[in-house]
């Protein structure tokens, strides 16, 4: 390979290297996994604070559930009392008779309460058994996402290597002293620190050269690796 064409096979590869760091680095693969990540974040944020309201009111129903059992225990015991024959007076059989009364509506109250209850749970639950759903569709789409992104990135790193091994094939092509020049070059042109000479110009100057620099450079040898005076490139005659 001629010197020159090894350069520009070198900053060729440069140059794609460039553009795949920055593909790999800028992937809208990682931008949707984000975006699948965040969502998916949301619904487990979500199933967790309703999870927690309806363990909230579990526990007032089953306290409420306890307090039922508890009456209903006393109820049956009174009621045992009363009709078992160890009432005497009719006092005390009223006085049984009234507990009981208040006891029932004690009942009530707390089996009302427990019915409310059950009614908060109700929708908590309904909405639980969507939002598992959406989260089952949501770990599709991450998966899907995730490797998508994996598979991207593996492409990409395919690439660089691929870019990698042709660069090391020109670069043993380079003089050290040439390489060394154009390193330096790239660090103030990126991806043009190797340039033609027009025929008349040199390709990397943003203005005309003037006559004479441009004359100099004319007058070269075909493949002649020179300094360009006006904006410091690497030119090739
Ligand atoms: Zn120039």
Redesign the pocket.
């Known amino acids: 390979m001629v010197v020159v064409d090894a350069l520009f096979a070198v900053q060729d590869e440069d140059v794609a290297r460039g553009q795949l760091e920055h593909r790999r680095s800028h992937l809208p693969e990682r931008t949707a996994l984000d975006d699948a990540e965040a969502a998916r974040q949301a619904t487990a944020t979500e199933v967790e604070r309703i999870g927690l309201e309806r363990l909230d009111h579990a526990h007032r129903q089953k306290r409420y559930e306890g307090e039922v059992a508890a009456v209903e225990a006393r109820l049956a015991d009174l009621d045992a009392k009363l009709y078992g024959g160890a009432i005497t007076s009719p006092k005390e059989a009223t006085s049984l008779q009234d507990e009981m009364g208040h006891l029932r509506k004690r009942q009530d109250d707390l089996e009302g309460q427990v019915l409310e209850i059950m009614e908060l749970i109700e929708p908590l639950e309904a909405e639980l058994l969507a939002l598992a759903a959406i989260g089952e569709s949501q770990d599709a789409t991450l998966a899907g996402a995730r490797t998508l992104l994996d598979e991207t990135e593996a492409a990409i790193v395919a690439d660089l290597a691929a870019s990698a091994e042709r660069r090391s094939i020109a670069v043993a092509e380079v003089p050290d002293e040439v390489l060394a020049r154009y390193e330096k070059g790239r660090r103030s042109f990126g991806s043009s620190a190797v340039?033609r000479f027009s025929g008349s110009d040199?390709?990397?100057?943003p203005y005309a050269?003037p006559a004479v620099e441009a004359d100099r450079v004319k007058f070269m040898e075909a493949g002649t690796l020179t300094d360009?005076s006006?904006?410091?490139?690497l030119?090739v005659r």
């Open positions: 340039v040199c390709s990397g100057c050269m360009c006006e904006c410091g490139r030119v």
